[in-house]
């Protein structure tokens, strides 16, 4: 189109597999001038040992969407205005694995509008905004719009502009029509809280039967004034079993043989 979207733009491609590179400086008069960019039915891309950095968005997809990103270095991408991220994907399915995701400016680290969401043994940290959002769209109407985290550690920034939400599960239109349609279940995660009274976990408007379950994580603060609920709301659809908590950090409500320490 008139507005250049990325440097790599898949255009209705399917079974692709990019490696080895390092894209940067991405931009376009929209702010979201990006290194990847799935569209018009692309997919089945895997993107493996790239390096993406410094882009007013580091990568986009829309539609039906597939994609795997594994073993990658994706940092500082974000144009500043808070609309901008180091991912900010839409489909049918994501797999982040084995990635460092770190230092986006002005937006969140991680921002998924899709509707089968895979996080696997990522370093997240340093986010300009709040860590991870996983949020509606037209694919996350279906049932089963999950969202899973195993063996990553998130790390918040200390001087993060949103330091009251760290994940946000659900969705940021209540006046549309879409929903996430799914549960956040978190397993074996470590996740560290920097600045003082920072949230964890905000329920955003879920869907109907939408709950959140938390096993075998770590929940650590280096600051006083950490909750693992933003609200009662997110509180009453909380659950989980074995995980270690910082004395000190308010835990949710249902959570059951966890260990507390220092």
Known sequence: GSVPGAILQFTGATYWTVQHLELEHA?????????FRL????????????????????????????????????????????????FYLTGDYVRLQGNHIHDSVG?????????????????????????????????????????????????RNPNAQNHWQTIVFGNDNPNGTDVRNGNL???????VFTQAN???????????????????????????????AFDGATDALMSGSNDWITTGIAPATAFTASVTGT
């Open 39 to 86: 569209t018009a039915g692309a997919h089945d891309v895997t993107f493996r040992d790239v390096s993406i950095h410094d882009n007013q968005d580091g990568a986009m997809s829309d539609g039906p969407a597939t994609m795997v990103f594994e073993d990658s270095e994706i940092f500082h991408n974000g144009a500043g205005d808070g609309q901008s991220h180091n």
């Open 198 to 228: 920072t949230g964890f976990l905000h329920m955003l408007n879920p869907a109907p039967g939408s709950k959140a379950f938390f096993y075998n994580n770590v929940f650590h603060a280096t600051a006083s004034g950490a909750k693992l």
């Open 107 to 155: 937006g969140q680290n991680v921002k998924l509008r899709v509707h089968t969401i895979e996080l696997l043994y990522n370093f997240i940290e340093n986010e300009g905004n709040y860590a991870i959002d996983f949020e509606q769209s037209g694919n996350t109407d279906a049932a089963n719009a999950n969202a899973v985290m195993i063996g990553n550690v998130v790390a």
């Open 27 to 35: 931009a376009n008069g929209s702010n979201n001038g990006a290194a």
């Open 185 to 191: 279940y978190a397993i074996n995660n470590t996740f």
